[in-house]
């Protein structure tokens, strides 16, 4: 059976996962398991032309992992985005804890986090802050700020985003545009997103809105910097 493209999945670089990382759950249960029998995945970046192996295991990727995020110099905080290609290559772009793109310089791996300007493919720069509310939670609706509407990785055309959480879980709600207050709001999974998180009314979220403009755009939590 052929794994279709263009699904994505996120997850945030700790030190438990140098030398091996873990599939989200959700992810795993609907793109991977049982809709494949290859356990080994090719990874591909814009740091270098060279395809990377490596052996999934379950939901772990283990051998080949540790030399993926050695050769990316990837850090504890940064956040990693694998987008699906198709027949189990993956491309994966690194954005650092500030949830910029890292840019790499060829022919030896430097990176550096990337202004706004540079962005190469992905949008990356629109980021919100969102609060937790009794009204929200009960109409299940969450409204993204007038200036989502100049972020390129959406557009009126877009029927789903993809809520990604620090762990790189993701829940799968749907997002409409409302022409009558010219915002985007996201529904049918709000509520559920937050319980699963075990949010309280009050609490806040920094979401960065990641996406091609083409495929099903992310909606990721940006994880807390240290003071």
């Known amino acids: 059976m052929t794994l279709l493209a263009n ?28 809709k494949t029998n290859r356990k080994t995945w090719k990874l591909r970046s814009d740091a270098t032309d060279q395809t990377w192996e ?12 540790k030399d993926f995020t050695t050769a990316h110099d990837l850090q504890i905080g940064d956040i990693v985005i694998f987008k699906h290609e198709g027949d189990m290559v ?21 990176k550096e986090e990337a202004d706004a300007d540079d962005a190469p493919s992905f949008s ?35 029927q789903e985003i993809i ?3 620090k762990e790189g879980n993701s829940w799968t709600v749907s997002l409409r545009f409302s ?5 985007y709001y996201i529904r049918r999974g709000w ?4 319980r699963a998180n075990r949010c309280a009314i009050g609490d ?6 990641v996406g091609d403009g083409k495929t099903t755009p992310l909606m990721c939590v940006c994880p807390e910097r240290e003071e």
Not at 21 to 28: K, S
Not at 90 to 110: A, D, K, L, N, R
Not at 143 to 157: D, I, V
Request: proline content about 4%.
């Open 90 to 110: 993956f491309h994966v772009t690194p954005f650092g804890p500030s949830c910029c793109e890292i840019q790499y310089t060829h022919p030896h791996i430097i």
């Open 191 to 194: 509520r559920k997103f937050c």
């Open 7 to 34: 699904f994505y999945f996120s997850t945030s670089l700790n030190i438990n996962n140098f030398t091996a990382e873990t599939i989200p759950l959700g992810f795993f249960s609907q793109h991977i398991e049982g």
């Open 54 to 65: 490596v052996i999934q295991e379950g939901r772990r990727l283990t051998g080949g992992w």
């Open 124 to 158: 990356f720069d629109y980021c919100f802050q969102a609060e937790v509310t009794a009204s929200n939670l009960k109409e299940d609706k969450l409204y993204l700020p007038e200036g989502a509407t100049t972020c390129t990785a959406l557009n009126k055309q877009c």
């Open 163 to 165: 809520l990604v959480n």
């Open 179 to 183: 022409e009558a207050d010219s915002m």
């Open 204 to 209: 806040l979220f920094v979401f960065n809105v």
